[in-house]
Every structure is written in structure tokens, then in C-alpha cells.
């Protein structure tokens, strides 16, 4: 099993452009979650989902856009990416009742 | 706003040590979880404690949790240099869990 397995790696985006992060997880698990991990800051809950097309903020959404079109993957947009979130992103995912969460090995996003 | 805070933020300690680390939060939680998060590395759960136990035992590992305090505390006992890593409390709502801003643990042989 794979587990998590979060793509790209790295990315360097300007100001204004767009992208998507992907986030893929094999363990049939229905939650996905994404967080941003920032320097004295822990992490933070951007958008998460309880299933297979549902999607729902969380702490920190402004700026990003979320989609669960299929249950192994929940997918993180950008529309226009500002300096501010230059961060480190990571997705985690978990099956229902008190399962923990899995992690990815996280995306590193610096926009200039 | 972040649930959990833990303290103290950075621990620094010689190998065979004890480390404790303390978590507090603000409301009512149906658990609570601790995770190990090694550098540029995702986060990897270690123990969950239920809001009815007091005390739970895994390994090295020995988490408290005080309802009445609302915080929670981790002993990793006879640490080792592979225990630097930075760990963090995550409290567990209905559907979501909220991470407090960790403790970076370093071990020194």
C-alpha cells in the first residue's frame, strides 16, 4: 500500500497563477483532509470532506477551492496564489469513528 | 483558532532521559490524539486517549488526560536520538481534528 501519496513534491508559483495540488490515498478511507503547515503555527485545516462528493471548510479557507470527484481523491485549487500562501500543504485522510488520521509527506509551495 | 496548545515548545534532553510534553485545550473533545512528525515529513499518529480514560500506556509512551484541566500530557520514558522529532496534541471533534503547534523534541546522544 502506498498510503498517502501527495503530488508534486515542490512547486514555485508567481504571484496570480493557478494550480492544483493532488492527493491520492489507496486505503478506501472516507475522510480526506487538507492542512497547511506553517512556521509557529501547527497545522491548519483548510477544507475537508466525509465522503465521495462532499467537501466542507475548515479553519483557513480563503483562497482555495476543494473537489472529492472520486473517493481516493480530494484535490486542493489555487485560483490565484498570493505570497501568503507560501507554505507547506498536507493532505490526511482516515476511515470513520475514531481512526487516525494518515498523512502524506506534504507539498511544498513557495509564491513569489 | 488553534485548539490545542502544547508546552513547552521545545525540549532539549540526553538520551535515557524522560520527556514530557503538556497539551491544553479549550472545549470539549471526543478524543485526543498525539502525533510524531519527523523533519519534512508528514505527521504520524502515536496514541488516542477517549475523553472517559485517564491514562493510556503504549511502549515508551504514557498520555494523561485531565477533562476537568482539559489538558493532556505525553511521557516518552528512556528516550532515544530517534525520538527528535517534533510532536503535537490534535483534539477530535465530530468530523475534524485541530493540531496545537507542537513540541520539537531534540535528543542528544
Known amino acids: 500500500n502506498a498510503g498517502v501519496t501527495q503530488t508534486p513534491k515542490f512547486r514555485v508559483l508567481k504571484t496570480g497563477q493557478s494550480m492544483t495540488l493532488l492527493c491520492a490515498q489507496d486505503?478506501?478511507?472516507?475522510?480526506m483532509y487538507w492542512y497547511r503547515q506553517d512556521p509557529g503555527m501547527g497545522l491548519r485545516l483548510i477544507h475537508y470532506s466525509v465522503g465521495e462528493g462532499t467537501t466542507a471548510k475548515g479553519e483557513v479557507p480563503d483562497g482555495y477551492n476543494v473537489s472529492r470527484l472520486k473517493k481516493q481523491n480530494f484535490l486542493l485549487g489555487l485560483e490565484s496564489a498570493a505570497p501568503s500562501q507560501t507554505s507547506v500543504y498536507f493532505c490526511a485522510s482516515r476511515a470513520g469513528g475514531e481512526s487516525p488520521l494518515h498523512f502524506g509527506n506534504g507539498t511544498r509551495l513557495t509564491v513569489t | 483558532s488553534q485548539q490545542g496548545e502544547e508546552d513547552p515548545q521545545a525540549l532539549s534532553i540526553q538520551e535515557g532521559e524522560n520527556a514530557t510534553m503538556n497539551c491544553s485545550y479549550k472545549?470539549?473533545?471526543?478524543?485526543l490524539q498525539w502525533y510524531r512528525q519527523n523533519s519534512g515529513r508528514g505527521l504520524v499518529h502515536l496514541i488516542l486517549i477517549r475523553s472517559n480514560e485517564r491514562e493510556k500506556h503504549s511502549g515508551r509512551l504514557r498520555v494523561t488526560l485531565d477533562t476537568s484541566k482539559k489538558s493532556s500530557s505525553l511521557l516518552i520514558t528512556a528516550s532515544r536520538a530517534a525520538d527528535t522529532a517534533s510532536y503535537f496534541c490534535a483534539t477530535a471533534g465530530y468530523s475534524t481534528l485541530t493540531f496545537g503547534k507542537g513540541t520539537m523534541l531534540l535528543v542528544s546522544p
Open positions: 486505503m478506501n478511507h472516507e475522510y
Open positions: 472545549t470539549s473533545i471526543n478524543n
